[in-house]
Protein backbone atom coordinates (compact mmCIF):
# COMPACT_ATOMS: atom_id res chain seq x y z
CA UNK A 1 0.00 0.00 0.00
CA UNK A 2 1.06 3.20 -1.14
CA UNK A 3 2.35 6.04 1.91
CA UNK A 4 -0.44 8.35 2.18
CA UNK A 5 1.35 11.95 2.21
CA UNK A 6 0.16 15.77 2.88
CA UNK A 7 0.19 15.86 -0.83
CA UNK A 8 -1.96 12.71 -1.48
CA UNK A 9 -5.00 14.45 0.71
CA UNK A 10 -4.93 18.12 -1.04
CA UNK A 11 -4.41 16.08 -4.96
CA UNK A 12 -7.74 14.41 -3.07
CA UNK A 13 -9.41 17.14 -2.03
CA UNK A 14 -8.45 19.52 -5.03
CA UNK A 15 -6.65 21.80 -2.31
CA UNK A 16 -2.73 23.08 -2.02
CA UNK A 17 -0.76 21.25 0.34
CA UNK A 18 -0.20 24.23 2.49
CA UNK A 19 -4.53 23.87 2.97
CA UNK A 20 -3.95 20.86 4.10
CA UNK A 21 -1.50 21.53 6.66
CA UNK A 22 -3.13 24.79 7.88
CA UNK A 23 -6.02 22.22 8.79
CA UNK A 24 -4.22 20.63 11.11
CA UNK A 25 -1.94 23.10 12.62
CA UNK A 26 -3.55 26.36 11.50
CA UNK A 27 -7.46 25.98 11.34
CA UNK A 28 -8.07 29.43 12.03
CA UNK A 29 -6.87 29.83 7.96
CA UNK A 30 -9.68 28.16 6.64
CA UNK A 31 -13.54 28.12 6.72
CA UNK A 32 -14.69 25.31 9.22
CA UNK A 33 -16.30 23.58 6.03
CA UNK A 34 -13.33 23.10 4.03
CA UNK A 35 -11.32 21.86 7.03
CA UNK A 36 -14.03 19.46 8.26
CA UNK A 37 -13.84 18.29 4.66
CA UNK A 38 -10.20 18.13 4.34
CA UNK A 39 -9.90 15.91 7.58
CA UNK A 40 -12.63 13.42 6.61
CA UNK A 41 -10.77 12.78 3.27
CA UNK A 42 -7.59 12.47 5.45
CA UNK A 43 -8.98 9.88 7.54
CA UNK A 44 -10.73 7.58 4.73
CA UNK A 45 -6.87 7.84 3.35
CA UNK A 46 -5.43 6.91 6.41
CA UNK A 47 -3.11 10.00 6.83
CA UNK A 48 -2.06 10.98 10.18
CA UNK A 49 -1.41 14.90 9.71
CA UNK A 50 1.93 16.10 9.54
CA UNK A 51 4.98 14.48 11.35
CA UNK A 52 5.32 16.46 14.64
CA UNK A 53 9.25 15.98 14.68
CA UNK A 54 9.56 17.33 10.73
CA UNK A 55 6.98 20.24 11.54
CA UNK A 56 8.35 21.48 14.86
CA UNK A 57 11.78 21.24 13.22
CA UNK A 58 10.40 23.50 9.92
CA UNK A 59 8.54 26.80 11.99
CA UNK A 60 11.41 26.20 14.74
CA UNK A 61 9.42 25.19 18.20
CA UNK A 62 8.38 22.26 19.63
CA UNK A 63 4.86 23.41 20.53
CA UNK A 64 5.67 22.42 24.16
CA UNK A 65 6.28 24.48 27.57
CA UNK A 66 7.79 22.91 30.60
CA UNK A 67 7.18 23.27 34.22
CA UNK A 68 9.74 22.61 36.25
CA UNK A 69 9.66 21.79 39.99
CA UNK A 70 12.50 20.99 42.85
CA UNK A 71 9.91 18.40 44.67
CA UNK A 72 9.72 15.07 43.13
CA UNK A 73 6.66 14.69 40.00
CA UNK A 74 4.70 12.62 42.40
CA UNK A 75 4.99 15.03 45.47
CA UNK A 76 3.09 17.35 42.91
CA UNK A 77 0.55 15.59 41.75
CA UNK A 78 -0.48 14.17 45.14
CA UNK A 79 -0.64 17.81 47.15
CA UNK A 80 -4.00 19.33 46.51
CA UNK A 81 -2.84 23.20 45.75
CA UNK A 82 0.03 21.73 43.22
CA UNK A 83 -2.20 20.11 41.46
CA UNK A 84 -4.79 22.82 41.24
CA UNK A 85 -1.70 25.00 40.21
CA UNK A 86 -1.07 22.80 37.18
CA UNK A 87 -5.04 22.47 36.26
CA UNK A 88 -4.88 26.29 35.63
CA UNK A 89 -1.66 26.48 33.64
CA UNK A 90 -3.03 23.99 32.23
CA UNK A 91 -6.87 25.30 31.12
CA UNK A 92 -5.07 28.83 30.00
CA UNK A 93 -2.61 26.81 28.16
CA UNK A 94 -5.05 24.93 25.91
CA UNK A 95 -6.31 27.83 23.67
CA UNK A 96 -2.63 28.73 22.62
CA UNK A 97 -1.92 25.03 21.65
CA UNK A 98 1.03 24.28 23.63
CA UNK A 99 1.26 21.39 25.52
CA UNK A 100 2.76 21.07 29.29
CA UNK A 101 5.73 18.69 30.03
CA UNK A 102 6.15 18.12 33.69
CA UNK A 103 10.27 18.26 34.68
CA UNK A 104 12.10 18.10 37.76
CA UNK A 105 14.62 20.44 38.91
CA UNK A 106 16.77 17.51 40.03
CA UNK A 107 19.69 15.14 37.51
CA UNK A 108 18.87 11.63 38.09
CA UNK A 109 21.51 9.16 36.52
CA UNK A 110 22.92 12.04 34.01
CA UNK A 111 19.74 13.10 33.18
CA UNK A 112 19.09 16.80 33.16
CA UNK A 113 15.27 17.23 32.16
CA UNK A 114 16.26 21.26 31.95
CA UNK A 115 19.06 20.50 29.62
CA UNK A 116 18.04 17.83 27.62
CA UNK A 117 14.11 17.84 27.34
CA UNK A 118 12.75 19.92 23.67
CA UNK A 119 10.79 23.00 25.04
CA UNK A 120 9.75 26.87 24.04
CA UNK A 121 9.56 28.12 27.33
CA UNK A 122 10.00 27.05 30.87
CA UNK A 123 7.84 28.13 34.02
CA UNK A 124 10.15 27.66 37.02
CA UNK A 125 7.59 27.06 40.20
CA UNK A 126 9.06 27.62 43.99
CA UNK A 127 12.59 25.60 42.58
CA UNK A 128 15.52 25.68 44.91
CA UNK A 129 17.59 28.62 43.87
CA UNK A 130 20.76 26.54 43.69
CA UNK A 131 18.70 23.99 41.76
CA UNK A 132 21.37 23.58 37.91
CA UNK A 133 18.22 23.66 36.23
CA UNK A 134 17.89 27.55 36.79
CA UNK A 135 21.25 27.95 35.22
CA UNK A 136 20.23 25.29 32.42
CA UNK A 137 17.67 27.57 31.21
CA UNK A 138 19.34 30.29 30.83
CA UNK A 139 21.95 29.08 28.86
CA UNK A 140 19.40 27.89 27.04
CA UNK A 141 18.00 31.45 26.27
CA UNK A 142 14.68 29.77 26.81
CA UNK A 143 11.97 32.25 27.53
CA UNK A 144 11.15 31.84 31.45
CA UNK A 145 8.24 32.86 33.67
CA UNK A 146 8.55 32.92 37.66
CA UNK A 147 6.43 31.48 40.22
CA UNK A 148 6.61 31.83 43.56
CA UNK A 149 10.38 32.60 42.75
CA UNK A 150 12.89 35.74 43.64
CA UNK A 151 12.09 38.27 41.31
CA UNK A 152 14.70 38.86 38.74
CA UNK A 153 15.29 41.53 35.75
CA UNK A 154 14.01 41.23 32.70
CA UNK A 155 11.98 37.90 34.05
CA UNK A 156 7.39 37.78 34.30
CA UNK A 157 6.93 36.73 38.18
CA UNK A 158 3.79 35.96 40.06
CA UNK A 159 4.10 36.07 43.54
CA UNK A 160 0.93 36.10 45.87
CA UNK A 161 1.95 38.66 49.13
CA UNK A 162 3.09 35.72 50.76
CA UNK A 163 4.38 38.15 53.44
CA UNK A 164 1.35 40.10 53.72
CA UNK A 165 -0.35 36.92 54.51
CA UNK A 166 1.61 35.95 57.42
CA UNK A 167 1.34 38.90 58.76
CA UNK A 168 -1.85 39.13 59.06
CA UNK A 169 -2.17 35.32 60.45
CA UNK A 170 0.35 36.24 63.49
CA UNK A 171 -1.66 39.48 63.62
CA UNK A 172 -4.88 37.17 64.06
CA UNK A 173 -2.86 35.26 66.92
CA UNK A 174 -1.93 38.58 68.76
CA UNK A 175 -5.24 39.77 68.66
CA UNK A 176 -6.64 36.28 70.80
CA UNK A 177 -4.08 37.23 73.04
CA UNK A 178 -1.45 34.22 72.44
CA UNK A 179 2.48 34.96 73.45
CA UNK A 180 3.82 32.20 73.36
CA UNK A 181 3.86 31.14 69.86
CA UNK A 182 5.59 28.42 67.46
CA UNK A 183 5.95 28.29 64.13
CA UNK A 184 6.58 26.17 61.62
CA UNK A 185 8.45 26.80 58.82
CA UNK A 186 9.23 24.65 55.71
CA UNK A 187 11.96 24.89 52.32
CA UNK A 188 14.84 22.65 51.00
CA UNK A 189 17.02 24.77 51.45
CA UNK A 190 18.66 23.85 55.28
CA UNK A 191 19.83 24.55 58.17
CA UNK A 192 16.36 22.40 59.16
CA UNK A 193 15.17 21.89 62.64
CA UNK A 194 14.94 24.43 65.43
CA UNK A 195 15.93 27.61 64.32
CA UNK A 196 18.55 30.10 66.50
CA UNK A 197 19.36 33.37 65.00
CA UNK A 198 18.87 35.67 61.79
CA UNK A 199 17.33 33.76 58.97
CA UNK A 200 20.25 32.85 56.51
CA UNK A 201 19.92 35.08 52.88
CA UNK A 202 20.06 32.12 50.52
CA UNK A 203 16.15 30.95 51.57
CA UNK A 204 14.14 30.16 49.04
CA UNK A 205 11.80 33.18 48.24
CA UNK A 206 8.56 31.85 49.81
CA UNK A 207 10.32 30.50 52.76
CA UNK A 208 11.83 33.56 53.74
CA UNK A 209 8.54 35.75 52.52
CA UNK A 210 6.46 34.14 55.08
CA UNK A 211 9.25 34.35 57.87
CA UNK A 212 9.47 37.84 57.67
CA UNK A 213 5.81 38.19 57.67
CA UNK A 214 4.96 36.66 60.84
CA UNK A 215 8.34 38.33 62.74
CA UNK A 216 6.82 41.42 61.95
CA UNK A 217 3.70 41.46 63.94
CA UNK A 218 5.35 39.14 67.08
CA UNK A 219 8.32 41.37 66.81
CA UNK A 220 5.97 44.15 67.80
CA UNK A 221 4.29 42.59 70.20
CA UNK A 222 7.64 41.60 72.03
CA UNK A 223 7.18 37.63 71.10
CA UNK A 224 10.24 35.43 70.22
CA UNK A 225 8.21 32.50 68.98
CA UNK A 226 10.19 29.16 69.00
CA UNK A 227 10.74 28.59 65.08
CA UNK A 228 11.40 24.81 63.91
CA UNK A 229 12.14 24.67 59.72
CA UNK A 230 11.34 21.54 58.55
CA UNK A 231 13.15 20.00 54.27
CA UNK A 232 9.02 19.03 53.20
CA UNK A 233 5.57 19.93 54.46
CA UNK A 234 3.41 16.71 54.72
CA UNK A 235 1.73 15.76 57.51
CA UNK A 236 4.28 13.83 58.88
CA UNK A 237 6.65 16.86 58.93
CA UNK A 238 3.91 18.70 60.66
CA UNK A 239 3.53 15.98 63.47
CA UNK A 240 7.24 15.82 64.39
CA UNK A 241 7.01 19.72 64.04
CA UNK A 242 5.12 20.21 67.28
CA UNK A 243 6.87 17.67 69.13
CA UNK A 244 9.81 19.88 68.75
CA UNK A 245 8.23 23.01 69.21
CA UNK A 246 6.61 21.75 72.61
CA UNK A 247 9.61 19.98 73.93
CA UNK A 248 11.62 23.28 73.56
CA UNK A 249 8.28 25.04 74.91
CA UNK A 250 5.69 23.26 76.74
CA UNK A 251 3.69 26.22 77.12
CA UNK A 252 3.14 27.35 73.53
CA UNK A 253 -0.71 28.16 72.88
CA UNK A 254 -0.52 29.05 69.71
CA UNK A 255 1.35 27.46 66.17
CA UNK A 256 1.88 29.41 62.71
CA UNK A 257 2.24 26.92 60.22
CA UNK A 258 4.08 27.54 56.53
CA UNK A 259 1.02 25.22 54.83
CA UNK A 260 -2.35 23.54 55.28
CA UNK A 261 -1.04 19.92 55.20
CA UNK A 262 1.77 21.07 57.66
CA UNK A 263 -0.50 22.74 60.02
CA UNK A 264 -2.97 19.22 59.58
CA UNK A 265 0.14 17.48 61.08
CA UNK A 266 0.46 19.73 64.01
CA UNK A 267 -3.49 18.94 64.91
CA UNK A 268 -3.07 15.22 64.45
CA UNK A 269 0.43 15.33 66.91
CA UNK A 270 -1.83 17.77 69.28
CA UNK A 271 -4.86 15.29 69.01
CA UNK A 272 -2.50 12.69 69.87
CA UNK A 273 -1.48 14.53 73.13
CA UNK A 274 -4.78 15.02 74.22
CA UNK A 275 -4.92 18.38 73.72
CA UNK A 276 -8.34 20.41 73.06
CA UNK A 277 -8.64 22.49 69.35
CA UNK A 278 -8.57 25.30 70.05
CA UNK A 279 -9.00 25.17 73.87
CA UNK A 280 -5.57 24.03 74.52
CA UNK A 281 -3.53 25.08 71.01
CA UNK A 282 -4.28 27.52 68.08
CA UNK A 283 -3.22 26.51 65.06
CA UNK A 284 -3.39 28.71 61.81
CA UNK A 285 -2.11 27.31 57.87
CA UNK A 286 -1.85 29.11 55.09
CA UNK A 287 -2.91 28.41 51.44
CA UNK A 288 -6.50 27.32 52.42
CA UNK A 289 -5.61 24.26 50.85
CA UNK A 290 -9.55 22.23 50.15
CA UNK A 291 -8.15 20.42 53.14
CA UNK A 292 -8.82 23.07 55.62
CA UNK A 293 -12.35 23.43 55.01
CA UNK A 294 -12.67 19.33 55.91
CA UNK A 295 -11.01 19.23 59.01
CA UNK A 296 -12.55 19.03 62.32
CA UNK A 297 -12.50 21.57 63.22
CA UNK A 298 -11.77 23.58 60.19
CA UNK A 299 -8.91 25.17 60.12
CA UNK A 300 -7.93 28.41 60.32
CA UNK A 301 -5.74 29.80 57.38
CA UNK A 302 -4.60 32.58 54.86
CA UNK A 303 -6.12 32.32 51.36
CA UNK A 304 -3.95 32.57 48.28
CA UNK A 305 -5.71 31.78 44.88
CA UNK A 306 -3.79 29.67 43.20
CA UNK A 307 -6.14 29.18 40.30
CA UNK A 308 -5.27 32.73 38.94
CA UNK A 309 -1.73 32.22 39.69
CA UNK A 310 -1.60 29.24 37.77
CA UNK A 311 -3.80 31.09 35.07
CA UNK A 312 -1.06 34.65 35.03
CA UNK A 313 1.27 31.95 34.99
CA UNK A 314 -0.18 30.68 31.58
CA UNK A 315 -0.71 33.87 29.96
CA UNK A 316 3.17 35.40 30.71
CA UNK A 317 4.42 32.13 29.78
CA UNK A 318 2.54 32.28 25.91
CA UNK A 319 3.52 35.72 25.69
CA UNK A 320 7.05 35.39 26.24
CA UNK A 321 7.08 32.21 23.86
CA UNK A 322 5.08 34.47 21.34
CA UNK A 323 7.09 37.86 22.05
CA UNK A 324 5.51 39.63 18.87
CA UNK A 325 2.17 39.28 20.51
CA UNK A 326 3.41 40.16 24.20
CA UNK A 327 4.96 43.18 25.04
CA UNK A 328 7.35 43.76 27.80
CA UNK A 329 7.63 41.31 30.62
CA UNK A 330 5.53 42.10 33.20
CA UNK A 331 5.28 41.67 37.15
CA UNK A 332 1.83 40.17 37.90
CA UNK A 333 0.19 39.27 41.18
CA UNK A 334 -2.50 37.05 42.24
CA UNK A 335 -5.02 38.44 44.26
CA UNK A 336 -6.71 37.22 47.48
CA UNK A 337 -9.78 38.11 50.20
CA UNK A 338 -10.14 37.82 53.77
CA UNK A 339 -13.67 35.52 54.37
CA UNK A 340 -14.84 34.14 57.60
CA UNK A 341 -16.61 30.89 58.04
CA UNK A 342 -18.58 28.96 60.36
CA UNK A 343 -16.06 26.67 62.52
CA UNK A 344 -12.48 27.86 63.61
CA UNK A 345 -8.96 26.51 65.13
CA UNK A 346 -7.77 29.69 66.74
CA UNK A 347 -9.32 30.91 69.78
CA UNK A 348 -8.43 33.29 72.63
CA UNK A 349 -5.66 32.55 74.46
CA UNK A 350 -7.45 33.70 78.10
CA UNK A 351 -10.12 30.49 77.26
CA UNK A 352 -7.05 27.98 76.66
CA UNK A 353 -5.09 29.21 79.83
CA UNK A 354 -8.34 29.06 81.60
CA UNK A 355 -9.16 25.25 80.11
CA UNK A 356 -12.99 26.56 79.25
CA UNK A 357 -14.78 24.57 77.09
CA UNK A 358 -16.70 26.50 75.73
CA UNK A 359 -15.58 30.42 74.11
CA UNK A 360 -16.31 33.21 72.33
CA UNK A 361 -15.72 33.97 68.50
CA UNK A 362 -11.84 35.62 67.92
CA UNK A 363 -11.72 38.79 67.00
CA UNK A 364 -11.43 38.87 63.22
CA UNK A 365 -8.40 40.37 61.61
CA UNK A 366 -10.34 40.53 58.51
CA UNK A 367 -8.14 43.76 56.63
CA UNK A 368 -8.03 43.47 53.17
CA UNK A 369 -4.14 43.65 52.47
CA UNK A 370 -4.42 45.90 49.00
CA UNK A 371 -0.78 46.89 47.65
CA UNK A 372 1.12 46.37 44.27
CA UNK A 373 2.08 42.91 45.37
CA UNK A 374 -0.78 40.14 45.61
CA UNK A 375 -3.13 39.62 48.75
CA UNK A 376 -2.97 36.72 50.74
CA UNK A 377 -5.67 37.10 53.34
CA UNK A 378 -6.87 35.20 56.59
CA UNK A 379 -9.50 32.82 56.20
CA UNK A 380 -11.23 33.54 59.43
CA UNK A 381 -13.82 31.06 61.40
CA UNK A 382 -15.53 31.38 64.78
CA UNK A 383 -14.36 28.79 67.12
CA UNK A 384 -16.02 25.77 67.97
CA UNK A 385 -14.98 22.75 69.94
CA UNK A 386 -14.17 19.45 68.19
Not at 56 to 61: E, F, M, Q
Request: proline share 7%.
Amino acid sequence: MARMTLKTVADKVGVSPMTVSNAFSRPDQLSAELRERILATADELGYLGPDPAARALARGSTGAVGIVLTTVIGTALTDEMATQFLQAILEGLAPTGLSLTLLSGEEAAGHVPARDVPMDGAVVFDCDPRSPALGWLRRRRLPVVFVDQDPAPGVPCINVDDRGGASAAAEHLVALGHRRIGIVNAGVVGPHGLQSGPMPDDQSYVTAQRMLGWLEPLSAAGIEPVVIKQEHFTEEDGYTALEVLLGADPGITGVLCFSDTLAHGVMLAAQDRGLRLPADLSIVGFDDNPLAARLRPALTTVWQDVGEKGRLAAAALARAVAPVESGPARRSRAVGRCRQRSRSIACRAADQVGGAGEHGSPRPVARNLRSRKAVCTCRLRSDSSP
